[in-house]
């Protein structure tokens, strides 16, 4: 095996829960104006060679998004080349089965362009929504990870467990042509990471607070652990929030005020303090946070591509409650300035 820890290529995305937006009023629009809103920024990145769309499952009431895969095929009719996935199926409360078959009848109605993040998800409603009891959140996801996994071989699948009946030979529909791509969203523990080198499923870094450099063992850790299980040369993701605008200054007033209500209210849900605004620019400076100028935003991506080493860097470019119109200004300016600039950096470095 010539095990390698460079890219060779990086991809770009973006990512969405489909964050609720404001009406001309100031008043959260309808989920549905919502959902049709992220479908026109799909499309928009589509034609400024954003080369994929990520879309999250939620079922709260701040994200008009339940069912990514539905929204992803009415993406599919009006795009040509951008890849559709989730960011993330919440497998815990879902059938891998089911999950499996959907996504690859996407596969089918987009040519190939199909892809799916896995994950546990940071919110459990979908527990109670769908019969599931928190206790069981970790067996949950690794028993069904594990059929998941061994779906993506297209071959006929054997598995017993604790949580449903066995499955003896189960063939599923429809096949794909070309395989469904895979992702398994991690948020930093080094038990997610190696299971996603034992089962073979790419790992996507689900990056949101912090510095990304201390992401860097578990980056380590992937690289190793590869090595160790004799696993051929694995791609790696990352994904983190941000906003492009023409300068730094507007970009940080217009993102502002949706990430500090989009805080305030998960986090007097989870028992955190209310964010500062000195925490907000430290975030951008020294953090998690990409955003500023085309220019600011291509040196932070093209410094924590390098840093991280990684395949794919998916942009969260819906933080709470913004304009429609001032995140299709974003994507248009990360597709058509940031990823040049950033594309050019890389370039001239290998």
Do not use: C
């Not at 990409?290 to 819906?318: C, H, I």
């Amino acid at each position: 095996m010539a095990y390698t820890s460079v890219p060779q290529k990086v991809e770009f995305g973006l990512n969405s829960f489909g964050d609720v937006t404001p009406g001309p009023d100031g008043q959260p629009k309808h989920p549905a104006d919502v959902i049709r809103e992220v479908v026109e920024e799909a499309v928009l990145a589509d034609s400024v060679g954003i080369e994929a769309i990520g879309l999250g499952e939620h079922h709260r009431d701040d994200y008009a998004i339940s069912s990514p895969d539905m929204v992803l095929a009415a993406i599919a009719s009006r795009t040509k080349n951008i890849k559709l996935g989730s960011a993330v199926t919440v497998l815990s409360s879902d059938d891998p089965l089911r999950v499996f078959e959907r996504f690859a009848t996407l596969d089918a109605v987009s040519n190939g362009r199909a892809e799916i993040i896995l994950g546990r998800g940071s919110f459990t409603e979908s527990f109670p929504l769908f019969g599931y009891k928190l206790e069981d959140y970790n067996v949950l996801f690794e028993e069904k990870f594990e059929i998941f996994a061994e779906a993506l071989k297209e071959r006929p699948i054997r598995w017993s467990g604790t949580h449903r009946a066995p499955i003896e030979g189960a063939m599923l529909m429809p096949r794909t042509k070309n395989g469904l791509s895979a992702w398994v969203g991690v948020g930093g523990s080094p038990e997610s990471v190696l299971r996603s080198v034992r089962r073979q499923v790419p790992m996507m870094l689900a990056i949101i607070g912090g510095a990304p450099a201390r992401f860097r063992p578990y980056v380590d850790l992937y690289h190793r652990a590869q090595e160790e299980m004799g696993v051929d040369r694995m791609p790696l993701g990352m994904h983190s929030p941000g906003h492009v605008a023409d300068t730094d200054e507007q970009a940080r007033e217009e993102l502002w005020e949706p990430f500090r209500q989009n805080r305030i209210r998960i986090g007097r849900e989870r028992g955190w303090p209310d964010p500062t605004y000195e925490e907000y620019v430290s975030e951008i400076e020294e953090g998690v946070l990409f955003v500023g100028s085309p220019e600011t935003v291509a040196q932070k991506v093209y410094d924590n591509v390098r840093a991280l080493e990684v395949d794919r860097f998916d942009l969260k470019y819906a933080n709470g409650m913004m304009a429609h119109e001032l995140m299709m200004n974003s994507i248009e300016l990360y597709g058509t300035k940031v990823l040049p600039r950033v594309r050019e950096m890389l370039a001239r470095s290998f």
